[in-house]
């Protein structure tokens, strides 16, 4: 059975994933309409997928606030949102046929929300993964139909946890391209997730703003302040972790390397 997918694609996992899609797009197993990509797209540190849309012969649209409801979105059975960080809004959730699912890099229900790898590095877990999940209107918290987990290793940043994490979603690829060609919304019944615990809270943009700072007078365990660090680490430039210089009252941006004895 063909379907016809409408990527949402984001960062660099979207941008391998939906290589892959278009390579089932070729033979002619799923149909793609159109792709939505933000408007950073290839302006910032992943690549832009302009050209592999034009290479296929996909139109592609920016997602923005005035973002249209084009007429193809309407004959969807899936969107699929890869890495994708805006709320999509009921008028579009509506649409897919079959729903839309969405990549998760936690293993729901934990770390909902944003930043799951850097919180997942910071509260010291020693495991995390990636999840494949309905979308609702509760920010995800739909139905997990498809989940792998990874070992967190004690040298991992959040970068290095990040691309092992893309690695694994692109293992597991056929797992996806299973779902979406054979899914039945009739064999799958909504489960219940908890609640209770803190783990399962909805982390904001906000809560990841507060703890970026590091505090000079407050008292870490040497665990904590390095599972803070590796949390808060990505790439050189990205300026994450930072305390405030009490002389000149002036940011100063910290992170860690590891590197393992040779």
């Not at 193809?72 to 579009?92: C, G, Q, R, T, Y």
């Not at 019944?189 to 399962?200: A, L, N, Q, T």
């Not at 665990?223 to 002036?250: V, W, Y």
């Amino acid at each position: 059975m063909t379907r016809r997918v409408v990527p949402f694609v984001d960062h660099e996992i979207g941008f391998r994933l939906l290589s892959k899609l278009f390579e089932n797009f070729e033979r002619g197993e799923i149909l793609i309409p159109t792709v939505i990509t933000t408007m950073e797209n290839g302006k910032k540190w992943w690549p832009g997928v302009k050209e592999l849309c034009a290479d296929w012969g996909v139109p592609i649209i920016e997602y923005d606030e005035s973002f249209p409801t084009k007429s193809v979105m309407k004959e969807a059975d899936w969107f699929l949102l890869l890495s994708w960080k805006h709320i999509i809004p009921k008028s579009l959730l509506i649409l897919p046929k079959l729903g839309a699912l969405n990549l998760h890099y936690s293993l729901l229900p934990s770390y909902r929300g944003t930043y799951p790898v850097n919180w997942a590095i910071i509260s010291g877990e020693v495991k995390t993964g990636f999840s494949f999940h309905l979308v609702d209107e509760e920010i995800d918290k739909g139905q997990t139909l498809i989940q792998h987990e990874i070992q967190i290793r004690f040298t991992d940043t959040a970068r290095t946890l990040q691309l092992r994490l893309d690695d694994l979603v692109c293992e597991k690829y056929d797992d996806l391209l299973q779902l979406l060609l054979e899914f039945d919304p009739k064999s799958h019944v909504r489960e219940v997730s908890k609640g209770s615990d803190p783990v399962f809270e909805l982390n904001s943009r906000e809560r990841f703003e507060r703890i970026r700072q590091i505090e000079l007078n407050k008292q870490y365990s040497g665990l904590e302040f390095i599972n803070l660090l590796r949390g808060l680490t990505f790439m050189e430039s990205s300026k994450i972790a930072f305390f405030i210089d009490p002389e000149r009252g002036e940011r100063v941006y910290i992170d860690i390397r590891l590197d393992k004895a040779e």
